[in-house]
């Protein structure tokens, strides 16, 4: 085989545009993908509260993003929009009805940002949680995939130690971890 340099290697892999949820659920999956894809990062995440949450969050990820040297696109903090959409779920458990479409806002706004700026493919880092279902997730990205004509990579982060290994790698760069999944509803769900 012919060899090829490094820039011309990087040139033939996929782009792939990587929804992230926060810093501590980015760090195994993004080492993971970049193996074998230009990977993006894109911080789109309306359901966050309050405001200075969703600031420190998104500090964190711009940490990451420059110890991996990997670019970062910041969607827009709708969380008017969030609220809106998601109020006549409120008192649905963690793990229901609301989380579902949580995820679906995520991913849908996730796909039109991959399609509009040309990427190859798009994903999220949202199944390396033990807390969050990959199954609904997957679901959801492979009818928005659909949908939007985008191709989705089906994944389950969590698998072989996945956590595990996220988790080592925040204690390493000293992340923050927050104590709750995002929105004020799970604020009451605090997990320390
Ligand atoms: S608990 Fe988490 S996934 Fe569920 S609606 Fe709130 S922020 Fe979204």
């Known amino acids: 085989m012919d ?25 195994y999956p993004a080492a993971a993908l970049s193996k074998d894809f230009q990977v993006y990062f894109y911080f789109y995440n309306p359901n966050i509260y309050p405001a200075s949450e ?7 990820v711009k940490i990451v993003s420059e110890i991996y040297g990997v670019p970062l696109i910041v969607g827009r903090y709708e969380k008017k929009m969030w609220l809106d959409r998601t109020g006549t779920l409120k008192s649905e458990p963690e793990g229901g009805l609301r989380c579902e479409l949580c995820f679906k806002i995520r991913l849908k706004k996730t796909a039109k940002a991959a399609k509009k700026l040309g ?5 999220t880092t949202l199944t390396v949680s033990p807390h969050k279902n990959q199954a609904v997730i997957n679901n959801l990205g492979m009818a928005i995939s659909k949908e939007e004509n985008q191709e989705f990579l089906v994944a389950d982060f969590k698998k072989k130690d996945g956590f595990k290994k996220t988790m080592q ?12 999944c995002g929105c004020v ?7 320390d």
Not at 119 to 123: A, H, I, K, S, V
Not at 169 to 180: A, D, F, G, N, V
Request: aromatic fraction near 16%.
């Open 3 to 27: 060899k090829i340099n490094k820039n011309e290697y990087l040139q033939a892999k996929p782009k792939f545009l990587l929804h992230v949820c926060c810093a501590n659920c980015l760090l």
């Open 54 to 60: 969703y600031i420190k969050r998104l500090k964190y």
């Open 119 to 123: 990427f190859d493919l798009f994903g």
């Open 169 to 180: 790698l925040s204690t390493e760069h000293k992340i923050y971890r927050q104590s709750y």
């Open 185 to 191: 509803y799970s604020m009451a769900n605090s997990r």
